[in-house]
């Protein structure tokens, strides 16, 4: 669990990794359906022209002076599934987001499967 009164609030702030790096600015929430818990944010990357989001856990996040530090690497988050702005998760492309932070999954119990919505 996050380690922050309201991450809704942390929109627009900084986003460091566990080592120190600059990621981004964090851009959206997400919760797990199920729980209403937040489970990744998104970090906008790319050129100004052909920006895209990247998902990172929150697993693990906790605030510092200088942003929300997450806990895992740069390197990581680089490699992450992505969507284009104003795009949404398959739940293939969801499943895929899971495992790549190696994060237990399982299809959520409502119409379209997904376990992640924006808030």
């Not at 922050?4 to 900084?14: A, H, P």
């Amino acid at each position: 669990m996050v380690e922050v009164d309201n991450i809704g609030d942390w929109k627009g702030k900084q986003l460091i990794d566990r080592d120190g790096e600059k990621i981004g600015k964090l851009e959206d929430v997400y919760v797990d359906t199920a729980n209403d818990e937040p489970m990744f944010v998104t970090v906008k990357e790319g050129l100004v022209v052909s920006k895209h989001l990247t998902f990172v856990p929150l697993a693990g996040a906790a605030a510092s002076p200088d942003g929300l530090k997450v806990a895992v690497s740069k390197a990581q988050i680089k490699d992450a599934p992505n969507i284009d702005r104003g795009g949404e998760l398959s739940q293939d492309q969801e499943a895929a987001l899971y495992g790549h932070y190696e994060i237990a999954y399982a299809p959520a119990d409502n119409p379209s499967g997904r376990r992640l919505a924006k808030r």
